[in-house]
């Protein structure tokens, strides 16, 4: 990470009661908002940022010590099918985590609309935020590299398969796995 210049920065932990995590844009409703298909243990998880070239290149949780022996392409749990099975798409420059419980915590979606937009639009380039004071529950926000798009996010299994963490990639760095280019073929 020194040589490509990563700076690796946590920004707090995330409160995941159900284990069932939603990553998406904040700021885009109407899509439901799905949690991925797997599920972690529930917990308190620390949120960290890779940045390179002065933005967000990725976003991880983190749910346990070592490296990953193997990735997986995180999917969406979905009621239909739809062509976003793979990634979330990002209108606003801005993504977040959450657990799925924190979308129901309002009774109002209207008002978690609003409070989503209001931290959104009022973070520096990463926040994480509570919508209710005394409420466990918390919000992962930060930018998203280059912008608006379409993120996919990876987990990152040990050995037996387990997640040691959970990767959105903004796109900032080529050849993140450390893999040579093919340029020219």
Do not use: H
């Amino acid at each position: 990470m020194a040589e490509r210049k990563i700076i690796v920065t946590t920004i707090g932990e995330l409160e995941l009661p159900t284990g069932e995590i939603v990553a998406c844009d904040p700021l885009i409703t109407g899509l439901g908002r799905p949690a991925f298909s797997r599920k972690v243990r529930p917990g308190r998880y620390p949120v960290v940022l890779l940045e390179a070239r002065g933005r967000v290149a990725a976003a991880v949780l983190c749910f346990g010590p070592g490296l990953p022996v193997r990735w997986e392409l995180a999917t969406f749990a979905r009621d239909r099918p739809s062509a976003y099975e793979f990634e979330f798409i990002v209108d606003d420059a801005v993504a977040s985590f959450m657990d799925k419980s924190v979308l129901t915590m309002m009774s109002d979606p209207e008002e978690l609309d609003d409070y989503l937009a209001d931290v959104a639009c009022f973070r520096d380039r990463f926040v994480v935020d509570s919508p209710i004071d005394g409420n466990p529950l918390n919000i992962a926000m930060c930018d998203t590299g280059w912008g608006d798009g379409a993120y996919r996010s990876f987990w990152g299994l040990d050995g037996a398969g387990e997640p040691l963490l959970l990767m959105t990639d903004f796109e900032v760095l080529e050849n993140a796995d450390g893999r040579e280019s093919n340029q020219g073929n």
